[in-house]
């Protein structure tokens, strides 16, 4: 099986950089995702590392080690549209996609 | 624009009653994903299927749940019957050839149980 483990929350002020980390644990995978859901809606991919190292899409990076088992997401420059539940998701060897617990982010003025 | 569409959105039953939600992948995607979303238990995977074949349906509780794809235009997840403990948001999600380096959602069916 595959397992996610995420904090439940964080909490930054706008304009900051923050950092959600992802651990898991699974027998294969292809690649780590990281998805966006605002209260009442759906779950929006903001992007995927299929390979280690860092990738970047605007203020938004992410990051894979698969070594260490670890991923994180990074925001910089936070804006209150921001606040909102951040998941990270494996897409695994049998072509599963499941996700961790999620991490909502709050984003203060 | 290419979107995934889920119908009803909004669904409200007794208990004891057959449920029935509906899906539609975006055009030429093949893999379809079905979720199940409450506050305990976060996202979870219920089943998924791959060119109409169903690859896993672990996730779900056999007794009283199925997936199916008649067609590739569209899938359903069926619960019949309902209990009060099946209200969530029910999500469907498709993604395209190769590696999901991408799912995309619908807005989801608020399933209501009383």
């Known amino acids: 099986g595959q397992s996610l483990e995420q904090p439940s929350e964080v909490t930054a002020v706008e304009g900051a950089i923050v950092q959600i980390n992802c651990t898991y644990q699974?027998?294969?995978?292809?690649?780590l995702s990281w998805y966006q859901q605002h209260d009442g809606g759906a779950p929006t991919f903001l992007s995927y590392n299929g390979l280690d190292g860092l990738e970047e899409t605007g203020r938004f990076s992410s990051f894979l080690s698969r070594s260490d088992s670890y991923g994180y997401l990074l925001l910089q420059e936070l804006q209150m549209k921001d606040s909102a539940s951040y998941f990270c998701a494996l897409y695994g060897s049998a072509r599963q996609l499941t996700f961790g617990s999620g991490t909502q982010l709050t984003v203060l003025p | 624009d290419a979107r995934v569409t889920q119908t009803p959105r909004h669904k409200v039953t007794e208990m004891g009653q057959e449920v029935t939600m509906r899906c539609q992948p975006i055009l030429g995607h093949n893999t379809v994903f079905w979720y199940r979303q409450t506050m305990m238990q976060g996202l979870e995977l219920l089943a998924y299927?791959?060119?109409?074949?169903?690859?896993?349906d672990s996730g779900m509780p056999k007794d009283r749940f199925s997936a199916e794809m008649p067609d590739a235009t569209l899938a359903t997840l069926k619960i019949q019957p309902s209990e009060p403990r099946d209200s969530a948001v029910y999500f469907c999600?498709?993604?395209?050839?190769?590696?999901?380096?991408?799912?995309?959602f619908g807005q989801g069916t608020r399933l209501t149980v009383v």
């Open positions: 999600a498709s993604g395209g050839e190769g590696e999901a380096t991408e799912a995309f």
């Open positions: 699974t027998s294969g995978f292809y690649g």
């Open positions: 299927f791959r060119n109409r074949a169903p690859l896993d």
